[in-house]
């Protein structure tokens, strides 16, 4: 089906100036469009349509249509550890050992709470959603002026034990011949998950930009020259807050407070991946900001030993600013 085809769904549009979000709250909150310096920063896909989602059932199969969603609690489906063995000390509940959590986590598959509003110098988005699997309450405030987009997160654990959690943003972005990267350098990358390129295999660890492996360098600051055919999922250990990526004559770049956002997914297809068997690959790129790696909860909790926790009771904030601007 194509983009032309796609069934309905009632959107939102906040706009100030020349800068424009687009959200469908039916679809998870689902930002379908983000227009800033004069460019349609996200990636639509003619492979999946929008669809009325549902709980449990394969994100990339099913909802992967593009745009920009959020992830919580877990990217990757995974079932939590057991509290036993090499797992044992991990302090995790007994109410949440050996739960299964869905691909790319809660988010995606229900229909939001929204309120929207006009300001004088701008206007703002409010969605809200309920933890299915546990217990919690998820909201983000998109804030548009006529040079940003800020938004602000909040999630409040509403239950009565602590509460492991990885978040991350994910917007997909076209991959293209100009496609340029900028994140800081020297910064710890790990690798989560590599197709068609030799990266040292998952938990690899290089230096941004460089990932030397198999008797090759290369420089993920332009990854449509890394090789003709491939797609790696890295994780950038972020000790600057600031992110970008450029395209002809455009740039797009998030800033963030480290304390709170620790870390940077980078998906990156360049036609090596599809969900579908013996389907043609996909040339986009995820741009992710993130809490916690990598893309599993269990991984988190184990080997990568970067998830999060909420006490009972608490509430944790954090905030991303994106910012459009002319490359002259």
Known sequence: MTAA?????GSAELRSGTTRVV???ALGGKIASMEMAGREWLWTSDVIPYQTPIDGASYVETADSGGYDECFPTVAACTLPAISGRYAALSLPNAYSGLALPDHGELWSQSTTFELKTLDDGTYAVCGWVGKR???RFARAIYVTADRVEMHYAVTNDGLDRLPFLWSAHPLLPLTKNTKLELPEGARVRVWAQHGIELGGPGAEHRWPRAVAAGKNHDF??????????ACKLFVDMGAGRAAVEEANARLEVSFDTANVTHFGLWLNRGGW???????GYHNLAFE?????PDSLTEALGQWRSANWLEPGQTREWSLTWRGSRIL
């Open 5 to 9: 085809a796609r069934p309905t769904f």
């Open 274 to 280: 599809s969900p579908f068997a013996r389907g043609k």
């Open 23 to 25: 959200i469908i709250p």
């Open 134 to 136: 546990m217990p919690y």
């Open 289 to 293: 900001p993130c809490i916690g790696a």
């Open 221 to 230: 600051r332009q990854p449509d020259l890394i090789a003709k055919k491939y």
